[in-house]
């Protein structure tokens, strides 16, 4: 009988050692930093450590992540901070990059009327006017509770000791290189066939931000940074001048709130596109009681598919710099106007994007962008992403100042009806005009539950940002996963044209794909080899903090 125990316990062992485990992210007990590199997370979270809160930390990380990682942080570039303070109250940041005083609707047009290949996606006339450090000193003016020169120090260290190059890093490197001596007329500093284990110091990169660090955000659009930046971009041939500089001010806005089921939502506000389509796809999709399928399953795959479309649409149509464009934000993010636009919805087949117009009442963006999440000890959260565009940016690097420029001018329509480099179709409200914002896919978004901090959550992708976010969230609230468990799981993406479903190479049951096929649905496997890298933070029952860091970046979970 004790034999028979024995072998009947040895056997449940087996079985359940046999089982796929969840996978479980870093545990905290009172604050985390998540971002795309280790030492990014770190800085973060010693900011933390010392006694300052979220708001100190946005600084640290942002400024840390233009270090360590090049490819998408950035002092060139621009992005959107969305908060929840520890007493509820909410809101948005708007650092986006500008369009140039003497920019043009038509500038990236030849005499025929046809888009110039190249000239809005590589070198000088590509790049916006840059928002980061607007951002991060408008952020610390009114939240930061430590010096910014104590916040700024660690970042001048990581600068000068230097970052170890990762795998990923070289050969993100040895992809771009081609590009970097297009773009530029002398060797640059990423342009030496760094390889993994290698550490590269940025010491162009540490004055500026001594400068920084001393002379505070003017020294950026004002001061010898300023003059030296304007000078690089009218010697190659750019548009960007002290004056664009000196008139650039990051943008309070109100974020874009929501509910689904039992959630409370916050996402970005236009020019970000994300909290509008977001709310849409949801609001779409909640009547549908998703638990009842199977997750990724071919039902699940086409509601959601179904929503996206449609959202898709209306960005493209709607949606622009609200400083410039009246957009019908309450009626795009009403239940009623959603769940009307899903009503010619049928399982039996796909509703053809050709179909599909915007609602009765044509948009643009980056991959290589990068998004972290940060509690603090005293429950403040802030959710941002931030970008230069396309992998390193317009590849223009300034080696006198130490960065690269973005090209957020291809998130313009440069012409009204043809696809940017994302495939995005744009329209008359995504014009190009002086001073405007461009439109953007940025999601941060944080969730409450029962009033309370839920998730702070956020994703790189281009126009796959807003539905990694939307499927992160729903893989931890319908399916019950934890974070990282939710972070990991394989994603997909449809945005109305082109009209097909985007998926991650071998994430996805082949009959599922084969059903899809038969009822009408296309399927790209081909280069979708990431979509998204979310980096999200859930607050779990007991009050941990429980880290979702996307292994599909080098992308670290640090806290205390």
Known sequence: MKLRKLLFLF???ILFNCQPQPEIGLITEKAMVVSARKEASKIGSEILKKGGNAFDAMAATELALAVAYPYAGNLGGGGFMVYRKNDGEIGALDYREKAPLSSTKDMFLDSLGNVIKGKSTLGAMAVGVPGTIAGVFESHKRFGSLPIEEILQPVIELAKKGVIVTEKQQ???EKHTPNFRKANKETILLDNNWKKGD??????????????QKNGRDEFYKGETAKILAKFLRDNGGIITEEDLAKYEAKWRTPIVFTYDDLKIISMAPPSSGGVCLSQIMNGIE???????EHNSTKYIQI???AERRAYADRSYYLGDPDFVSIPITKLTSKEYSQERMKNFSFENPTLSASISHGSIEFIESNETTHYSIVDQFGNAVSVTTTINGAFGSKLYCSELGFFLNNEMDDFSSKPGTPNMFGLIGAEANKIEPEKRMLSSMTPTIVEKNGKLFMVIGTPGGSTIITSVL?????VHEYKMGMQEAVNKPRFHHQWLPDDIKMEPNGFDTKVKKQLQELGYKIDETNSPVIGKVDAILVLPNGKLEGGADHRGDDTAIGF
């Open 471 to 475: 499927q992160t969230i729903l893989n």
């Open 287 to 293: 009547t549908y009681n998703l638990e009842q399928y």
């Open 11 to 13: 056997t449940i062992t």
């Open 199 to 212: 550490t590269i110091k940025y010491l162009s990169l540490a004055e500026t931000l001594i400068r920084i």
């Open 171 to 173: 050969n993100r490197l």
């Open 304 to 306: 959601i598919t179904e």
